[in-house]
């Protein structure tokens, strides 16, 4: 008797012990943070920076337990469209990436105004838009102080994506970072009207070393991967940008400035999941917040000397000495 009775008291406590368990189970069922992004126009697989955001996205899914989305111009056909399917899809934020996503984001944040949304690499005053952009100038200083290290000829070259205020940025810093090393060699400058043709990276990077530059730095996403893997072909010396691109051209690139949009991206999204936040405003990053910087210097004969030139340029710009844009 005494032992039916036992159990009946380990059955009526377990019911009560379930009971409150079950009372409890939505407390610690926590919902999870969704986050969608409309990709730059070349997407996925330009090896620069789609694939940088992405990183980030991935790193954010893996040791934060965030969801994302993504769309593609080549699916969506217009930007518009495709932010619009991420909001609907009921994300907490909208990611454009690249100047080129600005007007229509700023469409459907009208559209949209308790939608919070990011925009890399351009500024929006929209109050439901937080803007992320970089100090690209000061990246591409050091930049230009490897390429006058690194040229025999005196002539380098910068070929950008597109002629238009974003892209200056990079190809101003690059030329003063050169001229700070050595004031009289010549600088040429082009601009390929497109990101996302290598062959057309080719075709100009071709045109440089035919005017005798032996160094060429790229701000032109997949098109600056063609003109990379020219430089190999004939042995001249390139600088890549966004990543670090030594894999695409491993006997020509001697470094990349490196545009941390993956770690900006990871880090924005950690405060939320950590603090339920975004940042309003402008979120700007440069060398002093690891924002851009260079990839380990390969390739050409480097020592302690030329390292110590590199870091004593890279702290006047941290220390506002020098300006670079």
């Given at each position: 008797m005494n032992r039916y009775r036992r159990l009946w008291h380990f059955l009526l406590a377990l019911v009560v012990l379930l009971a409150g368990c079950s009372d409890h189970a939505p407390a610690v069922?926590?919902?999870?943070?969704?986050?969608?992004?409309?990709?730059?126009?070349?997407?996925?697989?330009?090896q620069s920076f789609s694939d940088a955001a992405f990183r980030g996205l991935i790193k954010a899914r893996d040791e934060l337990g965030v969801q994302f989305d993504y769309r593609e111009l080549s699916e969506t056909k217009t930007?518009?469209?495709?932010?619009?399917?991420?909001?609907?899809?009921?994300?907490?934020?909208?990611?454009?990436?690249?100047?080129?996503?600005?007007?229509d984001l700023e469409n459907v944040a009208k559209q949209y105004p308790r939608q919070r949304f990011i925009l890399i690499d351009a500024e929006s005053t929209l109050p439901n838009v937080t803007s992320i952009t970089f100090k690209e100038e000061e990246g591409s200083f050091l930049a230009g102080v490897v390429a006058a290290l690194a040229t025999k000829t005196n002539h380098v070259g910068f070929i950008g994506g597109a002629d238009v205020p974003l892209i200056?940025?990079?190809?101003?810093?690059?030329?003063?970072?050169?001229?700070?090393?050595?004031?009289?060699?010549?600088?040429?400058?082009?601009?390929?009207g497109d990101f996302g043709n290598a062959d057309l990276g080719a075709q100009w990077a071709k045109k440089l070393f035919a005017k005798q530059c032996d160094v060429i730095y790229t701000a032109a996403g997949f098109t600056g991967i063609g003109a990379l893997r020219e430089a190999e072909a004939r042995g001249k010396y390139a600088i890549g940008v966004d990543s670090d691109q030594y894999i695409y051209a491993e006997k020509a690139v001697i470094t990349s400035m490196v545009k941390n949009i993956d770690v900006a991206l990871y880090q924005v999204i950690k405060h939320y999941v950590k603090e339920k936040q975004w940042p309003e405003g402008t979120v700007t990053l440069g060398l002093a917040k690891d924002g851009v910087g260079l990839a380990p210097i390969r390739v050409i004969p480097w020592d302690e000397q030329k390292q110590r030139l590199v870091d004593s340029w890279a702290q006047k710009i941290i220390d506002g000495q020098i300006a670079t844009n």
């Open positions: 069922q926590k919902k999870r943070v969704k986050v969608g992004i409309m990709l730059s126009d070349v997407g996925l697989g330009d930007y518009e469209q495709g932010l619009k399917e991420l909001v609907a899809a009921g994300n907490d934020v909208v990611i454009g990436l690249g100047f080129m996503v600005q007007n200056r940025k990079f190809a101003d810093g690059f030329e003063k970072g050169v001229r700070s090393v050595k004031p009289q060699a010549k600088v040429t400058t082009v601009y390929a």
